[in-house]
């Protein structure tokens, strides 16, 4: 066949040819297109935006100062994971005064931190039910310029949690609208009675240097433990160590060689033979996570009401006497006035559960 001929024939072929291959090259484009907008749509249903946030410089002022630097971005950063800034703080993205630091380095005036450019979720602002807004405010047994103590209702955390959305601070700020409220101390969940909340940063320092070096202040728990506390035996030393289980899981148990020093002072006020629970007075002059609650275990005496470290026998005489809560209440709170330059002496009022297995 001439050559003419050929291209003559071809050329039509060809053209159709080429035209199927642009088309099918338009549709897998514009498939591919519709695939990334659905996804990304779905995504934006399924989880907040983020947002990236730029390397800022930070100069540390008198009411920043003498917190650890991981606190403080904490704070800074808040919807970033504490895995995210401990990684930051491993790889040397945070740095103060151009140097890295370790977590626990204490800030002080006039410190410039770098703080990276973490991505961080957006926060979805939580509002505290007026329920609860209104208990705490009927809680509040004493307030000063540098101090609030309130009688933290039993069930209720003192800050938020992964499964908790709020706590005694977030209810606290909300109720006041301000942000600057911080936890002196913590209690446990389970655990009623007198709690500090400082109002600004240096009542904060001074309260927790005191705590810290047992000086000035004082905190005394009642509680009701299953069988007779001997009289003789008025002081627990038993070291404690805490196991992390999970995120926020804590257990806490005795143990010599790992432990950290950990002492409570005990009184006993009343033996019921007829219950077969004794009422006790507690001073813990240590802060260990649970630190009553285990040593009164670790002594043969569980406090009713703990289903974290009860054992068989105290259980079953919590659930005969009908016990609904952990017996266990922080019931006075005594600051010297070196401490805040007053001395302030607060009481938590005895939850009707002490006084109903008291028989008042």
Known sequence: MPLSLLRHCCAPIC???ILLLLASEFLYTRA???TAECTNLSMDKQSPPSKAVKVRLIEITTNQAGQRVDNFLFKMCKGVPKSRIYKAFRHGEVRVNKGRVKPAYKLAVGDRVRVPPLVCKASTEITVPDAVVEKCKEAILFESDDL?????PAGLAVHKGSDTPYGVIETMRQLRGESSLELVHRLDKATSGCLMIAKHRESLMRTQHALKNKQGIEKIYLALVAGKWPHECERVDAPLVKNQQGSERVSVEVDA???????TLVSLKRWDSTRGISHIEARPLTGRTHQIR??????GFPILGDR?????????LATTLGVKRLCLHAYRLELSASVLGEKIVVEAPVPQEFSRLAGG
Do not use: E, F, M, P
């Not at 060689?257 to 002492?263: D, E, M, N």
């Open 15 to 17: 053209g159709h040819y």
């Open 32 to 34: 591919k297109l519709l």
């Open 148 to 152: 609030i103590i309130l009688n933290k």
């Open 257 to 263: 060689k790992r432990g950290k020093s950990a002492t």
């Open 294 to 299: 285990v040593h009164c275990t670790h002594q």
């Open 308 to 316: 974290k470290y009860s054992d068989s026998k105290a259980s079953r």
